[in-house]
Every structure is written in structure tokens, then in C-alpha cells.
């Protein structure tokens, strides 16, 4: 029992990580239908500007992490602008062009912090929680806590503001949402730059918890990615379940399938994916080519 | 127009991106009196960068030297980095491309897996390669070609055993090691090392060279309360494997190779975390002998840097290889790599003599880490 809930609590902790992850896949393929193969890049970016700022300027974490969504958000304003020509013309290309941001970024990280990366101190000081037996880190809290309360108010904004209401219509319809006046370039523009946030959140959330190098994007991509697909592509519930689901089932495919784990973990996927295309969510994907 | 000139932007962006990067461009057409020509084969990006890039200087500084004492006979050594990035792969295309351009030897790689990649096809081309890789699977291969920096897994894990068991009557074991070539190494060499002692371990945790979250695994291993973790993996996630361990209330002491002797697992562990944990290394520290102090001071003078295992690893790799070339008067082949096998050195990590399987070094000392730093064990 032990084991179980401890494991729950490791698959809980990076599954809130998957899942900001991947609702930044997501946002940006719901208002454009792209899958943006530069989200794990950014995620990198956003960890090393959370602790740089953190580490040599002595931020305080908070204060960091505000700063690596300003960076990153840059990052996706920048992204955007130079793939909105393509808007609506070749998707192909704009997916190709993301991978060559997505490459570009690391060779970026790679030129300005170097290529060995650095491990990052807990910003919290006090240890673990022991509830019965069960030793619950107080970072992992954090994480889970802060993972939470992006998630609400990524859902107040779509919800409930003008923005958000603008940025779900070009979402259902494009063409409609520009005949009754919204500008589709800049909710296009917004929606990357949310999901560059969400990554620097990412980012700065698992750097004190994994080491910060030019390359960890790769695998916290591509486990975001698997997220997003396994909940729904484009559902943000979606993405907050199936990064929740993936991380869970890593964590226990780790347990009980040792060496096999990742294999086990991809089969699964492969399984839930093959019953259910359109993923646990089932929403109508999102088609703009 | 607009559309087509992005498309061909957009093209070019991916080109460049997929472009080799920082790997230098050898030359072609080295003749017998132009320069001789070395390559180094390390990752200088990813995960592993920071031992290729140790390895690099370690081998920069013993060519330098060399270079400046008059060469080779007369003839300057040119070294070429090549990026293998610590993927086998890349470290396969590497191989073709060093035995491609006339290289004469290959010092490198720091990892394994890609000198395991790399090797058949070295050893085709006839060049030698002196490696810092150590699992046992590069001494089976039995290659006349290739030559180990430093002892192999095994007897890093037997001293390591010999420690913990024989004099410290450790009997309560567990083990988490990474199924990749240098943790499978580790994890078969120290469980048959347990076993001839009748020592079996409480746990035997494998975990992925990916994995991150070791949760599940550390939990079962709480459950039978070792005394002490084997931790058979690369630096970083042997430090994070470290922290995590902490975090989950395992007291016990953490025992490894070589990578628990680095401050990038030290770091990523925690200072406070890594402290205590038992090193098996051929090199401690840089004050354990005058000649490795007198390496260290002038490594720092050079690279601004503390020097440490890998870069001292590297550095006796690459003189060894002046060495030889001086007796073979810069030619490679087999009669390169005879020479090597020949080449009796007292070197930064020990008395290298090579054996039948390219074996360099056949002892290790035992280490504690303290602040971060790994201080002989009999001084602590």
C-alpha cells in the first residue's frame, strides 16, 4: 500500500507537469490546428531563464518563473508572427517550421548557457512530509498547487473574458470569427503566446526537480505531446487528464515493469489511442488546412 | 511570391538546424610529413556533454604539450573534435567519417554505448581508439583496436564490494542501476561481485537511462531498508535517484562508480544528500600524488577549472597515443596500436599495462564524498 500511494504521488507530481505541458500543445492547436514542435524547446528555455534569473540574480523563485514566462512568451509572439504568412495556406510547412525553431532554440540554449547544463537548488526549504509512512516532498506540493491554479485561471480567461471568448470562436470557426470582427493574427498570436507561458511554467516547475540542459525538451515534449493526444488533442480538460494519466502511468509502469517501463508505458498509449482516436476527451479535432 | 519565399526560408531554417554541429571539418590529404592527424570523439552536446567536454580539454592539453615540445619527430599533431553527442548513432556516423578522412587514431568516446557503436567500425578501418568508456562489454569485444582509458566495471564494483562487505560487514544491499550500456555494466558487475561473497542483494531495481521519476522504485526499496543503495548510473540521474532516495526517507549510505565522485551528481543530489556517499574510482582527488597536483595546478592554469577524473582520464589516454606514435613515427594501423599495447606508463589514474582485451588500469581506491568533494577513504 505504501508503495502504491508513493508511487501515486511521484506519477501525480510530474502528470501536473505533463499536463502544463501539454495544454500549451493544445491551445495552439485549438485556435490553429498546429502541432507546434517547438513546445518542448520552449519548455527548456523557460527552465533555464526561471533558473538563471534564480540561481545568479537571486530572484525569488516566483519572481523567476514571472520572468521565464515573459521570456518565453516573447518566444511564441516571435514564432507566430513569422509563421502567419503560412496561416491557412501550408500546414505542412508550418509544422516543418516549428521543428526548425524547435532545433534552433536548443542550439540558442546551447550558445548562450553552454552545453552541460546545471542542477538548480529547491526553492523550498523545508523536507518532506511524512503521512503515515508516505513521505509527500513539499516541492511536489508546490508544484501540484501551482500547476493547479495556472490550470483555473487558463479556464477563467477562456471562460470568461473577452480575449477568451474571441480566442474560442476562431477556434470553432475561423472564417465567422473574422466576418464578425476578430482579429484571427492576433488571437493566433495570443494563443502561442499562453502556451510559451504554460511551458516556461513547466519549465521552471521541473527544473529543481530533474538537471537543466539544452535537451531536455526532447523527452518532456514528447511526453507532453503523448499527454495531449491520450486526453483529447485541443481539449484542455483533455490535456489536464491526460498529462495527470500519463504521468500515473509512467510512474507505475516504472514500478512494475522495471527496464520494460517506457516500452509498456508507449504500448498502453498505443492501446487507448487505437480504441479512442480522438483520445479520452473525444472532442472533433480541430482541422484549419 | 509571399508564400514561396517563406517556404524556401522556412527550408532553409530546417537545413541549417540539421546542419553538423560544432564538429570540426578535417582536412583531407594528410601526407606522411604534414601534420598527424587525431581525432576526439566526445559528446559536446546533451545530457552527457559535461564528461565530453572534460575529456576534450584533458585531451587538448596533453596534444598542446606535445605539439610544443617539436611533435611528433618533427610533425605537429592536428586534433579534430567531433560532436558524437552521447547518441550511438551519431557516434556511428562520427566512426565513418573519421575512418573516411585519414585519421590515424581516435581518443574517446566518454560513454560506452557510443564506443560500442563506434568500435566495429574503427575497427575495420584499422585505427586505433583509446577510449574512457569501462564497461565490460568494450573489454569482451576483444578488439586489437580499441584500448580502455581506465579499468572496466568490474573492478570498479569489485573494490567497491570488497569495501562495503568484506571491510565495512555490509550485508544489507540494494541495488538501482540503468539498463543502459554503462549501468548494465555496473548493475552485472557488482551483483556478481555480491555473489561471490553469498551477498543477496534486498532489491534489484532497473530503471530506464530516461527515467525521472524513481518514485516507485525507491519506494520498494524503503520497504526492505537497506544499508546501503548501489547506485549503477550516469552522473545526473545517479543524483537525482540520490535525492529522491533522501526525500523518500532511505537513510541509506549511497555507494557507485565513478560518476557519484562528480560535483554534477553531487549538485544534483544535494550537497547535503550526496554527503557520505562511497566512490570506487581510479582518481580521487587532485592532491592525492605531487605528479596529479602538479597536473591539476597546470590544468587550471589552462582552463580556469578544477580538474577532475575524466580530464585526467583523458589526458593519459591522449599520451599514451604520443607516445606510441613517436615509436611508430606517426604511422597508425596495426602497427599503431601494437605500439600502444606496449606503451608501460604511470599515469594520472594508475600503472597502465594493457592486457590481451585493451585493458589499461586493473585497480580502483575507495573515496567518501564530503561537501561535494570525494576525499580518499583512509583520510577521512
Known sequence: ?289 | MHFTRFSIAAAALVALAACAPPGQQAEQGATATGPIKIANANAQSGQLSSLGQWEHKGVKLAIDEANKAGGINGRQIQLDLFDSQGDPTVGTNVARKIAAEGYVAMLGTAESAVTLAMAPILKDARIPNITSGQSPKLAELKSPFLFLNAPTSVTFDETLAKYLVDDKGHKKIALISNNGAYGAGEHDAFLSSLRTRNVTPLADEVVTPDQKDFNANLAKIREQDPEVLFIGAEEVQSGLIAKQARELGIKAVFAGGAPVGTDVYATTAGLKNAEGTVVSSPYLSNDATPEIKAFAEKYKAAYHEEARMHVAKAYDGASILIEALKQTNGAGGQKLADAIRGVKRAGLLGDYAYDANGVGIHETKIGLVKDGKVVPEAAS
Not at chain 1, 115 to 133: F, I, N, Q, R, Y
Open chain 1, 1 to 289: 500500500m505504501q508503495v502504491f500511494l508513493q508511487t501515486l504521488i511521484g506519477g501525480v507530481t510530474f502528470g501536473a507537469v505533463y499536463a502544463l505541458v501539454a495544454m500549451g500543445f493544445s491551445i495552439v492547436y485549438r485556435t490553429m490546428g498546429l502541432v507546434n514542435f517547438a513546445h518542448g524547446s520552449v519548455v527548456m528555455i523557460g527552465a533555464y531563464a526561471a533558473s538563471t534569473f534564480y540561481m545568479t540574480t537571486r530572484l525569488p523563485f516566483a519572481v523567476a518563473i514571472v520572468v521565464a514566462i515573459a521570456v518565453t512568451g516573447l518566444i511564441g509572439l516571435v514564432i507566430e508572427r513569422f509563421l502567419r504568412p503560412l496561416e491557412n495556406k501550408d500546414f505542412t510547412l508550418m509544422l516543418i517550421g516549428t521543428i526548425g525553431f524547435g532545433a534552433v532554440l536548443e542550439a540558442g540554449a546551447v550558445l548562450i548557457w553552454g552545453a552541460t547544463g546545471h542542477a538548480v537548488p529547491s526553492p523550498v526549504a523545508t523536507g518532506p512530509l511524512d503521512v503515515a509512512g508516505i513521505r509527500v516532498p513539499t516541492y511536489s506540493l508546490l508544484v501540484i498547487a501551482v500547476a493547479a491554479a495556472a490550470t483555473g485561471l487558463l479556464a477563467l480567461f477562456l471562460q470568461h473574458t473577452k480575449r477568451g471568448a474571441a480566442m474560442q470562436a476562431v477556434a470553432m470557426d475561423h472564417q465567422a470569427a473574422t466576418a464578425v470582427g476578430i482579429h484571427v493574427g492576433r488571437s493566433n498570436a495570443l494563443a502561442f503566446a499562453i502556451g510559451a507561458g504554460l511551458a516556461a511554467l513547466a519549465g521552471s516547475l521541473i527544473g529543481p526537480m530533474l538537471y537543466v540542459n539544452p535537451t531536455m525538451g526532447g523527452t518532456l515534449g514528447i511526453k507532453g505531446f503523448a499527454a495531449a493526444m491520450l486526453g483529447g488533442f485541443g481539449s484542455m480538460p483533455g490535456a489536464i487528464v491526460g498529462g495527470l494519466a500519463f504521468g500515473l502511468l509512467d510512474s507505475f509502469a516504472a514500478g512494475n515493469f522495471q527496464e520494460y517501463s517506457e516500452l509498456v508505458t508507449f504500448l498502453v498509449f498505443a492501446a487507448v489511442v487505437m480504441i479512442r482516436p480522438t483520445g479520452i476527451f473525444g472532442e472533433a479535432t480541430v482541422n484549419r488546412a
